[in-house]
């Protein structure tokens, strides 16, 4: 049961603001804003978690595409219940606006009070399936132009090359009609991956792990059954085995999952006998399947790191980063942050010879370096190109000695990164089949894949 729910946007602009029950004093959004903007735990600044207290209030919030969406409620409620719900507002939003940005939140706002009427009953959640609120909501969505988002936005994650490809955010209602009125028959299946991956100082692997999910948005008439299949050689569980047979054991190259889940939609009828997932997808978009591995496999960046002493006032830090993928793939949106000892007063950059486009920076207020890598004549990401190899030098100046302890106060070196059409678990969808209803239906399918850094660091 939650008493009020809001959204804001980055400058704590009450964009969309509903309030059940009346038990939170109607000031909470800016409450919450304030509290998140200037975070403090312990003297010290730094981002807010997602669950806290403020004067016997509970605030629950999710950043979903620069948005945060916000539940409050005096009670004690399961916290992972009204994160998952806040997280399924946000799809239910975003599958009947097609863009989910302050933008089409402000020009579709009408639409968007009637969804959360049907979703949220004085408090209580009803549904939050998009097929089910099509039959109770009536108002046709204002389409946001695609073309006037960001570079960085959704669907630039798929921008490889010159080429881009439709985003794995889909930029179409799944109510609206195509110009003109028909509708464009297509499914759109990502397999998106995020790396979990902690190496030492030298480039050793210490810990490693794939967070995967495979995501399905369906724009088919008449709801058809789809077939998709992946690696034969699919395992599930650390000893290799399959969801019933408990004594089969993982080849040599075998594709081994941790652990796996399905939606409701999902048949596993023939999945143990051939890798075959068979379902009839809803509208909206939703995880067909998330899985987990912890198993070895060769991670898509080498990062190592060096930190020396140059004198009682003075040390180097160097960051080699190579990628270890095929030259034909190019990692988008590439940065590599190091937090620095407290007492750092400068830091000068020094980039190897041919590097273009590249950007430092010495983040006064944070103690923390910055570096964007960027491949020549490449201006729209940061980006570097498979194979290559990169190397930063920086030269810290310090306001008091650091009497040994410069390891122990910086680091350690973490990396974002995007890279399309790439994953590191070798899962693969085999194909992707459609139930035909005529010898002349023929939908457009699209399967994308994406490898994503969740928390990709080197110890120094």
């Given at each position: 049961m939650i008493s009020q729910f809001f959204v804001l946007s980055q400058r704590g602009d009450n964009i969309v603001f509903r309030d059940y029950r009346g038990e939170v004093p109607k000031g909470s959004a800016e409450i919450f804003f304030r509290k998140v903007k200037f975070w403090k735990?312990?003297?010290?600044?730094?981002?807010?978690?997602?669950?806290?207290?403020?004067?016997?209030?509970?605030?629950?919030?999710?950043k979903v595409?620069?948005?945060?969406?916000?539940?409050?409620?005096?009670?004690?409620?399961?916290?992972?219940?009204?994160?998952?719900?806040?997280?399924?507002?946000?799809?239910?939003?975003?599958d009947y606006l097609g863009i989910l940005n302050?933008?089409?939140?402000?020009?579709?706002?009408?639409?968007?009070?009637?969804?959360l009427d049907e979703v949220i009953d004085f408090g209580y959640v009803q549904t939050t399936s998009t097929e089910v609120l099509k039959s109770y909501v009536f108002n046709e969505p204002i389409v946001i132009d695609a073309?006037?988002?960001?570079?960085?936005?959704?669907?630039?994650?798929?921008?490889?090359?010159?080429?881009?490809?439709?985003?794995?955010?889909?930029?179409?209602?799944?109510?609206?009609?195509?110009?003109?009125?028909?509708?464009r028959e297509e499914i759109f299946v990502d397999i998106i991956e995020r790396l979990s991956v902690t190496f030492s100082s030298s480039g050793y692997i210490l810990t490693s792990e794939i967070d995967g999910t495979i995501q399905m948005k369906?724009?088919?008439?008449?709801?058809?059954?789809?077939?998709?299949?992946?690696?034969?050689?699919?395992?599930?569980?650390?000893?290799?085995?399959?969801?019933?047979?408990?004594?089969?054991?993982?080849?040599?190259?075998?594709?081994?999952?941790?652990?796996?889940?399905f939606h409701e939609?999902?048949?596993?009828?023939?999945?143990?006998?051939?890798?075959?997932l068979t379902l009839v997808p809803p509208d909206g978009e939703f995880p067909v399947m998330n899985y987990r591995i912890t198993q070895a496999f060769r991670p898509p960046f080498r990062i190592n790191t060096l930190i020396e002493e140059a004198g009682s006032l003075r040390a180097e830090v160097i960051i080699k980063v190579r990628a270890e993928f095929s030259s034909d793939i190019t990692a988008n949106t590439v940065v590599i942050q190091m937090p620095l000892p407290s007492y750092t007063t400068r830091v000068s950059f020094e980039l190897e010879p041919g590097s273009v486009g590249n950007t430092t920076d010495f983040k006064e207020?944070?103690?923390?370096?910055?570096?964007?890598?960027?491949?020549?004549?490449?201006?729209?990401?940061?980006?570097?190109?498979g194979g290559s190899e990169h190397t930063l030098r920086a030269k810290l100046t310090f306001s008091q000695e650091s009497h040994g302890n410069i390891t122990r106060e910086a680091g350690p070196?973490?990396?974002?990164?995007?890279?399309?059409?790439?994953?590191?678990?070798?899962?693969?969808?085999?194909?992707?089949q459609i139930a035909k209803k005529s010898k002349a239906y023929n939908p457009y399918r699209w399967v994308r894949y994406v490898t994503q850094a969740n928390s990709y660091v080197a110890r120094i």
């Open positions: 735990e312990d003297g010290e600044e730094g981002d807010a978690p997602p669950i806290f207290n403020v004067d016997g209030v509970n605030y629950f919030h999710v595409a620069g948005l945060l969406f916000v539940a409050t409620t005096r009670v004690n409620l399961s916290p992972s219940l009204v994160l998952e719900l806040l997280q399924r507002i946000a799809r239910v939003i975003k302050e933008d089409s939140l402000r020009k579709n706002f009408v639409l968007v009070y009637e969804l073309a006037r988002m960001p570079s960085l936005g959704p669907a630039a994650i798929f921008m490889q090359g010159n080429k881009r490809m439709p985003g794995t955010a889909v930029t179409k209602s799944v109510v609206a009609n195509e110009p003109g009125g028909r509708k369906s724009y088919l008439t008449g709801n058809p059954e789809i077939r998709l299949a992946l690696n034969d050689d699919l395992s599930i569980g650390s000893s290799g085995r399959s969801l019933y047979d408990y004594s089969s054991s993982a080849g040599s190259g075998a594709v081994v999952l941790d652990d796996c889940n939609s999902v048949h596993l009828d023939s999945f143990d006998i051939d890798r075959t207020a944070s103690r923390r370096l910055e570096w964007g890598l960027k491949k020549a004549n490449y201006s729209l990401f940061f980006s570097i190109v070196v973490s990396m974002t990164f995007t890279i399309p059409m790439y994953n590191a678990s070798r899962l693969q969808v085999k194909y992707l």
